[in-house]
């Protein structure tokens, strides 16, 4: 890290030129060739897949329906006679197809209410690229009486960009003036975040050219690249400034900023890139396109902050501390100080009403369901949401569940024995080999998931049962028995890593202990407030399947930063003093200030999108700000100090290892970290 300080600094124009080259580059290569956005994953060797590769080019599903609503009737003349002409300017586009293909039909709808006030008719999509010709056509429909919508994901109206990460940069803004009373020392953590999420969003554009994602991935690389490149930023700011203050020049400050905070920077940049692989465990598609979002966001602004930042450092010099607040003592490190004494008087007591807490929060989290978002959770200005309730309306919940069997031969009596399962609304013969099968119930209700599982159970072997919905209920049942095997992976890889950086075998285990009691504490409240929909905000349903492991991979890698902030110090003071209690409350105190600082700007970004339209997203959002939010305020303030202090000098055994005091040289060379 000090060689890189170094070169930066002597080439500080060209590194910010070169900076500047990249993020051009970058936004010009991802606007003429952007990779494309999937909407579907499959998941090889299930049977819903199985039925697919038996169906082959046999049968295509739409890309979406237009749904067609008139109160009147819309079967009457004059909406048929308009519904025709929107439905030939749509098949007229190139790559579309659209109209009844059922022989027989009600033309030109394929399907139409027993009320007769809801129609429907299938749109295939060849080019994707053409749902936006498609909406703007439904979008430009006039017709006394008469209203036309769009299903399918293909159609949905994506989430306003700019708005959130506004919001969370203003947030940041706002606390990183609080914590620096300077402007300029404030502006750097914001333009490193800024920077680094721009080259981070464009590579991964461009990579979707290789691996196809979902269009909510780049927001995935947003929330996170913004999140930590800031916080990242903030520690060398705040390192660099505590150097300056010391009567340090400027060179030798950085250098100093960049060997103590810096390297913590790399560290934490790596752990939470690493954890965050473990999302590949989500098949090779969607979990592929998942990591590649989480590095790309991490990794532009950990590089970012580790040559970037130093560079704009060496140029500003003393000016950082210009237009700002007059400086003022802080009270933090007394207040922490006092809060340890606290802590370390009474550690049973605090330590057993912080767990108390925690346990209270995780409860819900017995309750998890894994499933997958549907229209029904988008706002009802999008067309989707609006068809999606109509059709419900028109045809029954079950109508948005629709179930295909299908079979290597004739069916013979499955679909007859279909029929007459209990959660059965009606089962509709496409062929020899393939029926509809159409529920009693929608797609997030739990009986509809049983009946798959009652059909598959009861059906003749060669029968397979697929669909939407099954393949939803496939890809949940593979995430969660693929969750356990990430979850010892990452705990295992971050113990032996922790372990060797502290020469403890005790110290690891309580950071695994109590990061898994804060990130089960944020799934208790994301099952609350999403699943039992306890603040009734209309969201009740299964949580999006994905969301479970990708919120365990990220608050994993994000709370061991924290636990290595702090722990760092800890041991560095017990190393030099060899008292355990002196070291917990001058640990804490020369951490909590930055700490602070860092988890509030991560809780506001990450709170920002959750406000969201799209649910998954949302979810988020309110996972990783409850995650953070806990993490800094009863994790690390109340249970790692009584923790450490309960366990007294015991924390920093380890076998074949005589503890004793080392040498300022020594504890500069093993404990890098310096003053946060």
Same mark, same amino acid.
């Given at each position: 890290?000090?060689?890189?300080?170094?070169?930066?600094l002597?080439?500080?124009?060209?590194?910010?030129?070169?900076?500047?080259?990249?993020?051009?580059?970058?936004?010009?290569?991802?606007?003429?060739a952007?990779?494309?956005?999937?909407?579907?994953?499959?998941l090889?060797?299930?049977? *819903?897949?199985?039925? &697919? !590769?038996?169906?082959?080019?046999?049968?295509?599903?739409?890309?979406?329906?237009?749904?067609?609503?008139?109160?009147?009737?819309?079967?009457? !003349?004059?909406?048929?006679?308009?519904?025709?002409?929107?439905?030939?300017?749509?098949?007229a586009?190139?790559?579309?197809?659209?109209? %009844?293909?059922?022989?027989?039909?009600?033309?030109?709808?394929?399907?139409?209410?027993d009320?007769?006030?809801?129609?429907?008719?299938?749109?295939?999509?060849d080019?994707?690229?053409?749902?936006?010709?498609v909406?703007?056509?439904?979008?430009?429909?006039?017709?006394?009486?008469?209203?036309?919508? &769009?299903?399918?994901?293909?159609?949905?109206?994506?989430?306003?960009?700019?708005?959130?990460?506004?919001?969370?940069?203003v947030?940041?803004?706002?606390?990183?003036?609080?914590?620096?009373?300077?402007?300029?020392?404030?502006?750097?953590?914001?333009?490193?975040?800024?920077?680094?999420?721009?080259?981070?969003v464009?590579?991964?554009?461009?990579?979707?050219? &290789?691996?196809? @994602?979902p269009?909510?991935?780049?927001?995935?690389?947003?929330?996170?690249?913004?999140?930590?490149?800031?916080?990242?930023?903030?520690?060398?700011?705040?390192?660099?400034?505590?150097?300056? %203050?010391?009567?340090?020049?400027?060179?030798? $400050?950085?250098?100093?900023?960049? $060997?103590?905070?810096?390297?913590?920077?790399?560290?934490?940049?790596?752990?939470?890139i690493?954890?965050?692989?473990?999302?590949?465990?989500?098949?090779? +598609?969607?979990?592929?396109?998942?990591?590649?979002?989480?590095?790309?966001?991490?990794?532009?602004?950990l590089?970012a *902050?580790?040559?970037?930042?130093?560079?704009?450092?060496?140029?500003?010099?003393?000016?950082?501390?210009?237009?700002?607040?007059?400086?003022?003592?802080?009270?933090?490190?007394?207040?922490?100080?006092?809060?340890?004494?606290?802590?370390?008087?009474?550690?049973?007591?605090?330590?057993?009403?912080?767990?108390? #807490?925690?346990?209270? =929060?995780?409860?819900?989290?017995?309750? =998890?369901?894994?499933?997958?978002?549907?229209? *029904?959770?988008?706002?009802?200005?999008?067309t989707t949401?609006?068809?999606?309730?109509?059709?419900?309306?028109?045809?029954?919940?079950?109508? +948005?569940? @629709?179930?295909?069997?299908?079979?290597?031969?004739?069916?013979?009596?499955?679909? !007859?024995?279909?029929?007459r399962?209990?959660?059965?609304?009606?089962?509709?013969?496409?062929?020899?080999?393939?029926?509809?099968?159409?529920?009693?119930?929608?797609?997030?209700d +739990?009986?509809?998931?049983?009946?798959?599982?009652? =059909?598959?159970?009861?059906?003749?072997?060669?029968?397979?049962?697929?669909?939407?919905?099954?393949?939803?209920?496939?890809?949940?049942?593979?995430?969660?028995?693929?969750?356990?095997y990430?979850?010892?992976?990452?705990?295992?890889?971050?113990?032996?890593?922790?372990?060797?950086?502290?020469?403890?075998?005790?110290?690891?285990?309580?950071?695994?202990?109590?990061?898994?009691?804060?990130?089960?504490?944020?799934?208790?409240?994301?099952?609350?407030?999403?699943?039992?929909d306890?603040?009734?905000?209309?969201?009740?349903?299964?949580?999006?399947?994905?969301?479970?492991?990708?919120?365990?991979?990220?608050?994993?890698?994000?709370s061991?930063?924290?636990?290595?902030?702090? =722990? @760092?110090r800890?041991?560095?003071?017990?190393?030099?003093?060899?008292?355990?209690?002196?070291?917990?409350?001058q640990?804490?105190?020369? *951490?909590?200030r930055?700490?602070?600082?860092?988890?509030?700007?991560?809780?506001?970004?990450?709170?920002?999108?959750?406000?969201?339209?799209?649910?998954? &997203?949302?979810?988020?959002?309110?996972?990783?700000?409850?995650?953070?939010?806990?993490?800094?305020?009863?994790?690390?303030l109340?249970?790692?100090?009584?923790? #450490? +202090?309960?366990?007294g000098?015991?924390?920093?055994?380890?076998?074949?290892?005589?503890?004793?005091?080392?040498?300022?040289?020594?504890?500069?060379?093993?404990?890098p970290?310096?003053?946060?």
């Open positions: 890290m000090t060689a890189l300080a170094r070169c930066c002597a080439r500080a124009w060209l590194v910010v030129a070169a900076w500047a080259i990249a993020v051009v580059a970058l936004a010009l290569g991802a606007a003429s952007p990779g494309a956005t999937r909407a579907e994953f499959e090889p060797g299930s049977e *819903s897949g199985r039925a &697919l !590769e038996l169906l082959g080019d046999e049968f295509t599903a739409p890309s979406g329906e237009l749904v067609v609503i008139a109160p009147g009737g819309v079967r009457r !003349e004059r909406v048929r006679t308009a519904v025709d002409a929107l439905v030939a300017r749509i098949a586009l190139p790559g579309v197809r659209a109209g %009844a293909t059922r022989p027989g039909g009600d033309a030109p709808y394929e399907r139409v209410a009320d007769g006030t809801v129609a429907t008719m299938p749109i295939h999509l080019d994707p690229d053409q749902a936006a010709a909406a703007k056509l439904r979008a430009g429909f006039r017709e006394p009486g008469v209203t036309v919508e &769009l299903s399918g994901d293909e159609f949905a109206e994506p989430a306003p960009g700019g708005l959130a990460e506004g919001v969370g940069l947030a940041a803004a706002v606390i990183l003036f609080v914590a620096f009373g300077s402007l300029i020392a404030t502006a750097l953590p914001l333009l490193i975040g800024v920077v680094g999420v721009t080259c981070g464009c590579l991964l554009v461009l990579l979707q050219n &290789l691996i196809p @994602s269009d909510f991935a780049v927001y995935v690389t947003i929330m996170l690249g913004l999140a930590v490149g800031i916080d990242y930023a903030l520690l060398v700011v705040t390192r660099f400034r505590t150097s300056l %203050a010391a009567g340090l020049p400027v060179p030798d $400050a950085v250098v100093t900023a960049m $060997a103590t905070a810096g390297r913590s920077v790399l560290y934490a940049g790596v752990t939470v690493v954890t965050g692989s473990g999302i590949l465990l989500l098949g090779p +598609e969607l979990g592929a396109a998942l990591a590649v979002a989480v590095a790309c966001g991490v990794l532009a602004v590089v *902050s580790l040559t970037l930042l130093p560079a704009l450092l060496g140029m500003i010099g003393t000016r950082i501390d210009r237009f700002g607040l007059p400086r003022r003592r802080t009270d933090a490190g007394r207040i922490a100080t006092s809060w340890s004494g606290v802590v370390r008087r009474r550690p049973g007591l605090t330590g057993a009403l912080a767990l108390g #807490l925690l346990a209270a =929060l995780a409860l819900p989290a017995a309750d =998890l369901r894994f499933g997958w978002s549907d229209a *029904s959770d988008r706002p009802v200005t999008d949401r609006r068809a999606h309730d109509a059709i419900v309306r028109g045809f029954g919940p079950g109508a +948005e569940a @629709s179930l295909l069997l299908v079979a290597p031969g004739p069916l013979g009596d499955a679909a !007859e024995r279909a029929r399962t209990p959660g059965v609304a009606s089962v509709i013969p496409l062929g020899d080999r393939t029926a509809v099968v159409v529920p009693a119930t929608g797609p997030q +739990e009986r509809t998931e049983r009946l798959v599982h009652r =059909l598959r159970a009861d059906l003749p072997p060669p029968v397979l049962v697929t669909g939407a919905v099954a393949a939803g209920i496939d890809y949940a049942e593979h995430v969660l028995n693929r969750l356990p990430l979850i010892g992976a990452v705990l295992l890889a971050s113990y032996l890593l922790l372990m060797l950086l502290f020469r403890s075998l005790l110290v690891p285990l309580q950071a695994i202990v109590l990061n898994l009691l804060s990130i089960g504490a944020a799934y208790g409240v994301v099952v609350a407030v999403f699943q039992w306890v603040l009734g905000l209309g969201m009740a349903g299964p949580i999006d399947a994905w969301v479970p492991m990708m919120l365990f991979v990220v608050m994993y890698g994000m061991m930063d924290y636990e290595v902030f702090l =722990l @760092s800890v041991h560095e003071e017990y190393l030099r003093t060899g008292d355990n209690a002196r070291a917990v409350a640990g804490l105190a020369r *951490s909590a930055v700490i602070t600082a860092a988890a509030a700007i991560m809780f506001c970004v990450f709170a920002a999108f959750g406000a969201f339209d799209d649910r998954a &997203l949302r979810t988020m959002g309110v996972g990783l700000a409850t995650a953070v939010l806990i993490d800094a305020t009863v994790v690390r109340v249970l790692v100090p009584a923790a #450490l +202090e309960l366990f000098d015991r924390n920093w055994w380890f076998p074949g290892t005589a503890r004793r005091r080392a040498a300022p040289a020594e504890r500069q060379a093993v404990w970290m310096g003053d946060l």
